[in-house]
């Protein structure tokens, strides 16, 4: 578990694209490298790609687990509610209340609206959630229902823009803040640009300085607009001769990607038009621009590519797109935003720059001041302290709240309600139980396993994982009984083997042969051994003992004289001795009566000796009744 000085968080992605990495994405890894200043990140994926090559070579802990998206929490319907009830049930569910369990974040981040599922699941277990919005909700009638969702599971809700806030106006204001992007100086090496400007250009068959307006997307679909810049190229091509346009990006729509091809060879320009494959490193397309143009026809949450154009220098024209307007107004390039969907208003913008090189390289050298004031790091930083600054205090608040919780018994086996992990609770603590083989391997009971409600969980810190594999001092639990080759079989405690006299002494110790684990010798020895537990035919002899004892008291009591008791007939205290002196009172008088009568009383006194003789020997009790 994290220290109180330094807090755990878990950011999750909403992709990892394989081929390329998108503006979101690249946001969220800048997070992650800030907050790693102040708290221990681990960043989560859905599947592996470039996002998680990038992450892993900062040396950032990266984290493989699939969850669904909500995409109609981008464009709500009124299907959305059932989809969200739909998507609390989904499998994958479990497997992120296991990864909340096992890495017990102090917070929580989700990237992007459609990436609900991570904070429903932090919300279940009361871990805080702040949900980053790096786009701009479509304006429906059933928006409202986007927002209240985000309402209720996020305890705070950060904006790259204004813009990506305004959907959000239901919300309240104590639960969003504006965080614009940034990025790290140490990111671009400007003494590379001159050569890489040179080698793109030349790939693209260009050697001179004529100027080159470039179209840059990760992603060119419908809404980034990509038409609208081929017709503002063809625009300026009729007067231009000397322009040329550069399109690269990785076609999302086929059939839209060929349709913009087929504007270009119809047009008689295509000599003055180069497409190119998407190209991940940066520094290798931006410095061969001159113009950087954004037609996106999307309200953009904020409009990184606008960002990078600035940070290179570049002269950058856009669309009134959501973002777009916030990052070039705030930067002095008011100018250069032209009406959404306005072509010809875009052409006269791009015309302007492309036809005057001093004005376009002013331009340039004015962005590359403006935008390091505005949106520096100095910046980034300063408003991520305060953001952290106003969450602090909540997240210990929930932290202590949660190990302050009532706990479970030592030794429980339990389990939560929609999750898949069995926890074994061990000194306050509760170890995982990696896999069902590792289940199977130490005899434990499905029968023992309780189920719990998931939060009630988080109030044991997580301890080591329970593994069948060596060493088993580290990894095995705490109890259990194990044996190595020999017959004896140990009572395996907390570091030291006691062996078991026998099988009665394992049995009277709640124990059977069914949960002997089957170890290493060497890995037996290194449990220190105990003294051996002993039950059974000690305790026989014990009790042969105890018998021995009590006849030895019963005789002394008889010695004594005792009340003897048999058949209701009660003999006077004395004893044998008391008997022996009546029966020789007996003889003599009937030796004075004569010869018949002490005939008879001889008869009568052998009867009664003989049935004395049988008297003593059956007394089963001393005290008391046979």
């Known amino acids: 578990m994290s220290t109180p000085q330094q807090p755990k968080v878990l950011l999750f992605s909403h992709i990892c694209n394989p081929e390329h990495i998108t503006g979101a994405e690249k946001l969220l890894l800048f997070m992650t490298l800030e907050l790693g200043r102040h708290y221990a990140c681990t960043l989560v994926v859905p599947k592996e790609g470039l996002l998680a090559v990038e992450s892993r070579r900062h040396g950032i802990p990266t984290i493989v687990q699939s969850f669904p998206l909500l995409y109609d929490m981008y464009h709500p319907t009124d299907a959305l509610p059932q989809l969200h009830q739909e998507l609390l049930g989904h499998a994958d569910m479990a497997g992120l209340l296991d990864l909340l369990f096992i890495h017990e974040p102090d917070l929580v981040i989700t990237n992007t609206c459609v990436n609900l599922l991570p904070a429903a699941a932090a919300r279940k277990l009361g871990i805080p959630v702040t949900w980053i919005i790096a786009e701009t909700i479509q304006s429906t009638i059933f928006a409202s229902i986007s927002a209240d969702l985000m309402d209720t599971y996020a305890d705070w809700i950060i904006g790259i823009s204004e813009t990506?806030?305004?959907?959000?106006?239901?919300?309240?204001?104590?639960?969003?803040?504006?965080?614009?992007?940034?990025?790290?100086?140490?990111?671009?090496?400007?003494?590379?640009?001159?050569?890489?400007?040179?080698?793109?250009?030349?790939?693209?068959?260009?050697?001179?300085?004529?100027p080159v307006v470039g179209y840059i997307s990760s992603d060119i679909y419908a809404n980034k607009g990509l038409d609208h810049f081929i017709q503002m190229g063809?625009?300026?091509?009729?007067?231009?001769?000397?322009?040329?346009?550069?399109?690269?990006?990785?076609?999302?729509?086929?059939?839209?990607?060929?349709?913009?091809?087929?504007?270009?060879?119809?047009?008689g320009y295509s000599s003055q038009f180069s497409i190119l494959p998407f190209e991940p490193n940066i520094q290798s397309v931006y410095p061969a621009m001159d113009v950087v143009v954004i037609p996106s026809l999307l309200n953009e949450g904020?409009?990184?590519?606008?960002?990078?154009?600035?940070?290179?220098?570049?002269?950058?024209?856009?669309?009134?797109?959501?973002?777009?307007?916030?990052?070039?107004?705030?930067?002095?390039?008011?100018?250069?935003?032209?009406?959404?969907?306005?072509?010809?208003?875009?052409?006269?913008?791009?015309?302007?720059?492309?036809?005057?090189?001093?004005?376009?390289?002013?331009?340039?050298?004015?962005?590359?001041?403006?935008?390091?004031?505005?949106?520096?790091?100095?910046?980034?930083r300063s408003k991520l302290e305060h953001f952290l600054a106003r969450i602090r205090p909540h997240l210990q608040e929930s932290r202590s709240a949660r190990l302050s919780a009532p706990q479970f018994p030592n030794q429980f086996l339990l389990k939560g309600e929609a999750s898949h992990t069995v926890f074994l609770i061990e000194q306050g603590q509760k170890r995982p139980v990696s896999t069902g083989y590792d289940f199977h391997f130490y005899k434990l009971d499905?029968?023992?396993?309780?189920?719990?409600?998931?939060?009630?969980?988080?109030?044991?810190?997580?301890?080591?994982?329970?593994?069948?594999?060596e060493p088993f001092l580290k990894h095995a639990p705490a109890i259990y009984i194990a044996k190595g080759l020999g017959p004896t079989v140990y009572l395996m405690q907390h570091g030291i083997r006691y062996p078991f006299s026998s099988e009665a002494a394992m049995h009277h110790y709640?124990?059977?042969?069914?949960?002997?684990?089957?170890?290493?010798?060497?890995?037996?020895?290194?449990?220190?051994?105990?003294?051996?537990?002993?039950?059974g035919s000690s305790k026989a002899s014990t009790r042969r003992r105890s018998k021995i004892k009590a006849k030895r008291r019963l005789r002394k009591r008889l010695k004594k004289g005792a009340k003897l008791r048999r058949s209701g007939k009660r003999f006077a205290k004395g004893g044998f001795k008391a008997r022996r002196r009546k029966a020789a009172s007996r003889k003599i008088k009937v030796t004075k009566r004569g010869v018949h009568v002490r005939r008879a009383k001889s008869r009568?006194?052998?009867?009664?000796?003989?049935?004395?003789?049988?008297?003593?020997?059956?007394?089963?009790?001393?005290?008391?009744r046979k």
């Open 164 to 210: 990506t806030l305004q959907p959000l106006h239901r919300i309240r204001e104590r639960k969003k803040f504006v965080l614009p992007p940034s990025w790290h100086t140490d990111q671009y090496d400007a003494r590379e640009w001159p050569v890489k400007r040179q080698n793109k250009r030349a790939e693209i068959g260009i050697y001179d300085e004529r």
């Open 234 to 267: 063809i625009n300026i091509c009729e007067t231009n001769r000397m322009a040329h346009f550069m399109i690269t990006g990785k076609p999302a729509d086929a059939a839209y990607m060929e349709s913009c091809i087929q504007m270009i060879l119809i047009s």
């Open 302 to 380: 904020f409009g990184l590519t606008a960002l990078e154009g600035l940070i290179f220098g570049k002269a950058v024209v856009a669309y009134r797109s959501g973002g777009l307007s916030e990052i070039l107004a705030s930067t002095g390039n008011e100018l250069f935003l032209a009406n959404k969907g306005d072509v010809r208003d875009l052409t006269s913008k791009v015309q302007y720059l492309v036809s005057d090189q001093i004005a376009r390289q002013q331009v340039g050298k004015t962005n590359s001041q403006a935008i390091g004031q505005v949106f520096g790091i100095d910046a980034y």
């Open 446 to 469: 499905w029968n023992r396993v309780g189920i719990v409600n998931d939060r009630q969980l988080t109030s044991h810190p997580t301890g080591l994982s329970i593994r069948a594999e």
């Open 510 to 535: 709640g124990y059977n042969l069914d949960q002997v684990v089957q170890l290493p010798e060497k890995e037996l020895a290194t449990y220190a051994l105990g003294h051996p537990i002993v039950w």
């Open 604 to 624: 009568r006194g052998a009867k009664s000796s003989a049935r004395q003789k049988l008297r003593h020997k059956s007394f089963a009790k001393v005290g008391g």
